[in-house]
């Protein structure tokens, strides 16, 4: 056991640890600490923080301490911030320039832990939040505005709250050079009588939560020799969100996504007077979880493609 504010009795419990996965939250008040001892004791860690802050914190602060003892830091590994970066890295791969990255989320059912709650009361009350625009990584006021996401079927377009505070605003500009990046969050999540009234929940309660993790890619055509626009989405989706997103949730979540086997295709015009062809592919570990990838390139001039696997 090692308090919070005891720097000496975390430092003695992460020298005698390979690695620490910090699942203690919110990270905003528990996170600085325990990663800081961590990086200095050359002790692995793993954290599944949602929070932009901590985040943001971890890689300003921790990187030259981590580099020197030789531990390897891994923050917001879960389902929020985990799952969406890796589906950003998929689907900006091959494209030339990015302008914008859209993290979209979708939750129903969800059923807050204790820490889910405390995370979620902070959260909204910051005033000051980390933002990723025009290149640039920003600490202030942001407006809160409605937004439609297009989520591929089945969901479809959704209601959103734009932005959402998550930590991908941090770690996708970290290896993908967008312009703006963004997370969003359907406004019918919190509209839910359960959100705030179910720490008392059951395991079997909370897995009942449906989630899907779909990113947004857009590349803008910067210089006249260069593609007008290209979009291409990609979601992942699953069941059994605990809260706040665990360990346990989000590989969950990442097997449904790397389940997809090939299918077979078919023709279709997917924009009035051009052609375009369809591919569909749906990977299901059981009847609910699903994965899906759209990819859309739009050329100024010639046919649009709209492959959906």
């Not at 967008?178 to 997370?183: D, I, N």
């Not at 179910?198 to 939560?209: K, M, N, V, Y």
């Not at 990819?295 to 001039?301: C, F, G, L």
């Amino acid at each position: 056991m090692a308090p919070l504010d005891d720097p000496k009795a975390l430092r003695r419990l992460t020298e005698s640890a390979a690695a620490l996965i910090h699942c203690a939250g919110p990270y905003a008040e528990t996170g600085a600490a325990v990663a800081s001892a961590a990086a200095e004791a050359g002790c692995h860690y793993l954290d599944h923080a949602v929070e932009p802050h901590p985040v943001k914190h971890l890689f300003d602060t921790l990187d030259e301490p981590a580099r020197r003892s030789g531990a390897v830091l891994v923050p917001s590994m879960s389902f929020y911030g985990g799952l969406a970066d890796l589906l950003a890295s998929a689907v900006t791969a091959g494209m030339a320039a990015v302008d914008r990255v859209t993290v979209g989320y979708a939750v129903t059912g969800w059923r807050m832990t204790p820490g889910a709650r405390r995370t979620a009361e902070l959260l909204i009350a910051e005033i000051d939040r980390v933002t990723f625009t025009e290149g640039a990584q920003r600490v202030g006021p942001a407006e809160i505005r409605n937004a439609v996401f297009p989520f591929p079927p089945p969901l479809g377009p959704r209601t959103m709250i734009a932005p959402f505070p998550s930590s991908e605003v941090v770690t996708i500009p970290r290896h993908i050079a967008a312009r703006t990046v963004e997370s969003q969050l359907t406004s019918s999540t919190f509209e839910e009588e359960q959100v705030f009234t179910s720490e008392g929940a059951s395991a079997q309660e909370r897995a009942g939560t449906e989630f899907t993790v779909a990113v947004q890619a857009t590349a803008g055509r910067r210089r006249p020799e260069r593609p007008s626009v290209g979009a291409r989405h990609l979601a992942g989706r699953g069941t059994g969100l605990g809260g706040g997103g665990n360990a346990a949730d989000g590989r969950r979540g990442a097997r449904a996504g790397r389940g997809a086997r090939p299918g077979r295709g078919g023709a279709r015009r997917s924009v009035p007077g051009r052609a375009g062809a369809t591919r569909r592919l749906h990977g299901r570990r059981d009847t609910r979880p699903r994965a899906v990838l759209t990819s859309i390139d739009r050329p100024t001039d010639g046919p649009t493609a709209d492959r959906r696997l």
